[in-house]
């Protein structure tokens, strides 16, 4: 199982969604960034090598906001084995730098809300609802 860090980044209430390339894996699905935490890494380091890598970005982690595992069963067939996928979700509400898109088909700001009429890669699905839940909430709470 691989241990993946993945980064919901928040702006002015969006959220950053970014499109996997048309070659890769999942091609033109709709992810959070980030990526697989390396052997001496905690998933907070991780994240911040990842989005600074995807993004050129020095990313300031929140707190972690969801963790799963997930296995994609298509990988699991055959000699592939690599479909499982134990996933820490944190919250970035800041970062320093300009967003350059280094590693995806496109980037876009939306509302969480959005995100759920998007392609979203099927790993991410249930971050994308508990966030959408979460923000109205949130909402709710602060119109009490």
């Keep these: 199982m691989k241990h993946v ?7 002015n209430g969006d959220v950053l969604a ?25 998933a907070r380091q991780a994240l911040v090598r990842e989005l600074q890598e995807e993004l050129a970005i020095e990313a300031v982690v929140d707190r972690e906001f969801f963790r799963q595992e997930w296995v994609y069963p298509e990988s699991q067939t055959g000699n592939h084995r690599d479909g499982a996928f134990d996933v820490t979700y944190f919250l970035v509400s800041s970062f320093n730098g300009t967003l350059v898109n280094n590693a ?41």
Aim: aromatic share 6%.
């Design 5 to 11: 860090a993945v980064g919901i980044i928040v702006k």
């Design 18 to 42: 970014c499109q996997r390339k048309r070659d890769a894996r999942y091609a033109l699905k709709w992810e959070f960034p980030g990526g697989k935490v390396e052997a001496g890494e905690s």
């Design 104 to 144: 995806f088909e496109q980037i876009q700001w939306t509302t969480p809300a959005s995100l759920l009429g998007m392609d979203i890669l099927e790993g991410n699905r249930a971050a994308v609802e508990l966030l959408v839940h979460h923000v109205q909430k949130s909402q709710e709470a602060k119109s009490h």
